[in-house]
């Protein structure tokens, strides 16, 4: 299934309705789809329309309307299944930023309802998402870490999963970056 141009449009237009009152993750989401079109040549031409919408998308689990297990990545991605989003957006939205490191940590169950694509889009959405601050503003990765880190606290169930998850997106960070360096070499 092949994702159309106005996929970008409608997901901004969704995540602004469904965050509106949730300025901040808002502003956020706004930061993660300008870092995803910065890094959209890291992916197929075919394949950053859906790029642009998952970073459009990837927190709308946290809106109300989503809830359901409190935890935003399934969330997201079940709300949007059920507004009939395509299924390829679903589960980046599921799995964005290693939600699966998260998920287990939490013992949260149904995440495998979503195909984990592990493709140039997941690492260039967990780039996207880890180098956009909590108010949109562009940050490094390792800052990103270590404020969530301290946000979430070290004995959290976030730091339980940070001792997996920061590798797996260093390694996807780093992955962009040599997808990024190739093409302006080439």
Known sequence: MTIDHVVPVRARWLAEELLADLPQRRAHSAGVAGRAAELSAAVSRVDRDLLLGAAWLHDVGYAAAALDT???PLDGARLLRRLGWPPRLCALVAHH???AFLAQAQGVPGLAEFPDEASAVTDALASADQTAGVCGEP???EE????ALGRHGASSAYGQAHLHRAPYLRAAAARVQ???LTLAVA
Not at 144 to 147: F, K, Y
Request: positive net charge; aromatic residues 12%.
């Open 70 to 72: 409190g935890f935003h």
């Open 139 to 141: 940050v490094f990765l």
């Open 144 to 147: 990103r870490l270590t404020e």
């Open 97 to 99: 930023s290693g939600a």
């Open 178 to 180: 040599s997808r990024l």
